[in-house]
């Protein structure tokens, strides 16, 4: 059964790096999700991508967060300069229509 | 802005017995998804409810969304040790591709 993925499945950087964050979404799907969840928290939305372009972005996705699907399989999420308050398990999803499935998602931890 | 209240928070069973989990919504849902999450990992998609009066099942798990369509229930039945994790809901936040906000979770746990 096809499904999403992700890697890496840990990250750890240092405050002020930049990460990458990447995911391949489901080959047929047309729309794709990055969501965030911060330890004890609920699962936020931050962006979602239709056409290659962004279609929504929350508040949370400042200019320090890009999202690109570079070629046809991955989609990726980089935060420039990343903050201590970025620490968090962040989630790609994709859909074709209206059924979401998520990867099992980037534990990133900022020291 | 819309909001998403799942009760009980967490729920501890006996293997075996029934339990229900509910979703209530703010504002009316146009679509609504039940979650599965084990602690630190991925969310696995269970199914998606849109219409009023609306049930699906799968396996043991049904789901179903009022005729109001500002809650909805999660039902399983003859709970097994498997189904131990956290169940989410999440609807549909008004964005025009979909975009998902998502209740606090609701924890399960099965005794054996």
């Known amino acids: 059964e096809p499904e999403v993925t992700q890697t890496p499945s840990h990250q750890v950087t240092q405050m002020g790096q930049e990460v990458i964050l990447r995911c391949v979404p489901i080959s047929n799907h047309l729309y794709f999700y990055w969501y965030r969840q911060i330890l004890g928290q609920k699962v936020e939305f931050l962006v979602s991508f239709y056409n290659n372009e962004i279609s929504e972005k929350s508040e949370i996705f400042d200019d320090q967060f890009s999202v690109e699907r570079p070629d046809g399989s991955n989609f990726t999420l980089k935060i420039r300069s990343t903050k201590l308050e970025d620490s968090a398990m962040y989630f790609c999803?994709?859909?074709?229509?209206?059924?979401?499935?998520f990867g099992p998602g980037t534990r990133l931890t900022v020291l | 802005s819309q909001e998403l209240e799942q009760s009980p928070q967490s729920l501890i069973v006996q293997e075996g017995k029934n339990l229900t989990i509910n979703c209530t919504s703010s504002k009316t849902l146009y679509g609504l998804y039940w979650y599965k999450q084990k602690y630190g990992e991925g969310l696995i998609f269970l199914m998606m409810?849109?219409?009023?009066?609306e049930e699906k099942s799968h396996e043991k798990i049904t789901a179903k969304l009022d005729e109001k369509k500002q809650q909805s229930s999660l039902h399983i039945t003859a709970s097994q040790p498997s189904h131990a994790g956290i169940y989410l809901c999440g609807a549909l936040g008004g964005g025009s591709q979909g975009n998902l906000i998502f209740g606090k979770g609701t924890k399960l746990s099965v005794k054996p």
């Open positions: 999803a994709s859909s074709r229509l209206n059924e979401q499935f």
């Open positions: 409810l849109q219409k009023g009066g």
